[in-house]
């Protein structure tokens, strides 16, 4: 007895849920004024129309219900297609979906909405129609389109920089015309082997155009030395990843680049400059740059000597794989000039920084 009492005690609470839920949403869907809900067939012709889509589409419920909705929210819009495909994947599979799609009101004007698409089941189960909850997000959506807007700008201002400092340094410095572009050249490409992402690709050939921006702060003299340095020179020399931190460092890039030129000289085992870091402290970009300087001044031609040559550079990176450059970086190095047949568009850079082989592996 007291079992079938309390049976009946919870079936009344369930139908009190249940009206009370059913009252909530029908005040949602009589009250919400931005929300659009729109309950259509199979064939899309509208059954329910609530105020919100009154207010959306400026179509009143009395003149729209009953009529199909493809044919006119998405008359002549790009996102009929979509919509109509949404239908069908709803239908095949019983599961809502979630879109973006294009549609238009009565007076003519295109708007986005994002769509939650959800299927009308029968009590057996079946579909037999569609709920969709939509709400505008047309301003969003534009001012996402003038935020790509100012970014494609920003970019094309900043390659315009980056261009010119290189035109500037290299102005200078005569000896190392062209090293910086074949520099950021093979970087990236070893960035594109490497699979990383556009960004980062992107960051690594802007960050090989300037690397040796520090540069500007050496004696011109000393830059054109067309002689192996001396020690006291060489040390002048290696004050220009610093120098070049010191110029950037207070300029937001999108790329931590101002870091990444102060970091184009260490080498994994500690032994490089001017920080001596160690593997893990070194970042990636860096890692790229710094395999694309050594094969580019070793394969380069010298006032002093001849061009070593690829093959010589490429054993220079392998022979010191996972010692002073990163294995993955040579590897990928490797990859770039014998699968890939990556050539330097000419071979006429000299640059006083990288000397000899010996003095290669001190750097
Ligand atoms: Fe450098």
Redesign the pocket.
Known sequence: MEKLSEKNQKKTKDKQAQIIESQLLSGILESSSSVSIISTDLDQNIIYWNKGAENIFGYKAEEIVGKRKITIIYNGVTSKKTALKAQKKIKTTKKGTECELQQITKSGEVLWSKMTLTPSLDEKGNVIGILGVGTDITKHKSTEAHLRKLMHQLKKTLTGIIYATELIIETRDPYTAGHQKRVALLAKAIAENMKLSDHQIEGIFMIGMI??LGKISIPAEILSIPRRLTEAEFNLIKN??EAGYDILKTIDFPWPIAEIILQ??ERLDGTGYPNRLVDKEIMLEAKVIMVA?VVEAMASHRPYRAAFGIQRALGEIKQNSGILYDSTVVNACVDVFEKEKFKFENNESVSP?LTSTNELSKM
């Open positions: 690397h040796d220009h990843p184009h000289h300087d920084l």
